[in-house]
């Protein structure tokens, strides 16, 4: 297996931007949300570009070219949409008030940028909800984030294992789309303990479910992979289709609302078309 260190630490580095978002919450002298509009209509648009365009119908060629037309096709479209179904069942799994795709309310966001609470426990812990309460938002969502974040690090290795354009451009567009998640987890646990680095920890820590999964693939590849054995080109196709599917997901649940939540005016639109046009002449240009 070719590309295994690329893979990894684009993997890492998706998974590093969850962390991210806990360090523009905490020190930038105010959180920038059109900054976060911009962003994740741009990862949007990242993901549903390659979805649509490179991966799902390249997947589809090579299952047709394995087994046939019919087959291939209903593999291609099964892989689609069991993408579509795995992280539509892990979002229903977790309670909507500690679903990372959650965006903290206005008075969480205003009391972070308060002085007054200034960083000691309970003080920090802002009155509309008690400390005990925070901590728990605040570790539930860290956990959501993990179990988010643990099925997009194994795709984002894989996909970079076989092509590391296309993995740069997933690892980007994750990327992006972790920053606003860092800060739903770092928000609440800052309120309820007054400790930025304890806030800073969750969120760090939550985003290395990422390398976790590659992790996870690797052994998984190793495996049933006899040494220096190139990945099957059935198996690649199948789990492209299988990306695209948890792509589109993310991007419609989760993206385009959150752009439309940040932004004002056109800024989600411009964000999304801006990864679109990105995202094609990146391919174009490979």
Not at 44 to 61: D, N, R, T
Not at 176 to 185: D, K, Q, R
Not at 251 to 273: F, T
Request: hydrophobic share 50%; charged share 10%.
């Amino acid at each position: 297996m070719e590309n295994v260190l690329t893979a990894f630490g684009l993997t890492l580095f998706a998974g590093m931007a969850t962390g991210l978002g806990s360090l523009i919450a905490f020190f930038a002298a105010r959180t920038n949300y059109r900054f976060l509009a911009l962003a994740t209509g741009f990862s949007a648009g990242v993901m549903l570009y390659i979805s649509f365009v490179q991966l799902f119908p390249g997947a589809g060629e090579i299952l047709v070219e394995h087994y046939g037309d019919t087959m291939g096709q209903w593999l291609n479209v099964g892989g689609f949409f069991g993408g579509i179904f795995l992280i539509g069942a892990i979002d229903m799994l977790i309670p909507s008030a500690e679903n990372p795709h959650e965006r903290p309310s206005e008075s969480e966001r205003d009391a972070l940028r308060d002085d007054s609470y200034g960083g000691k426990a309970g003080g920090a812990a802002a009155p509309f909800r008690s400390p005990a309460k925070l901590l728990r938002t605040g570790v539930f969502t860290a956990l959501a984030v993990t179990i988010h974040n643990f099925p997009e690090g194994l795709a984002t290795f894989v996909a970079a294992l076989h092509d590391p354009g296309t993995g740069l451009a997933i690892a980007l567009a994750v990327a992006l789309h972790n920053i606003p998640e860092g800060i739903s987890v770092a928000v609440p646990i800052y309120y309820a303990t007054g400790n930025r680095g304890r806030a800073l920890v969750y969120s760090f820590a939550s985003g290395l479910a990422e390398p976790v999964g590659a992790a996870v693939a690797y052994v998984l590849l190793r495996l049933f992979l006899a040494e220096g054995q190139p990945l099957p080109e059935q198996f690649m196709a199948f789990t492209f289709s299988t990306v695209a599917g948890i792509m589109v997901y993310i991007s419609l649940d989760e993206l385009i609302p959150a752009s439309h939540s940040y932004g004002e005016g056109h800024d989600s639109i411009v964000g999304l078309i801006a990864g679109m046009a990105v995202m094609a002449i990146s391919l174009l240009m490979m």
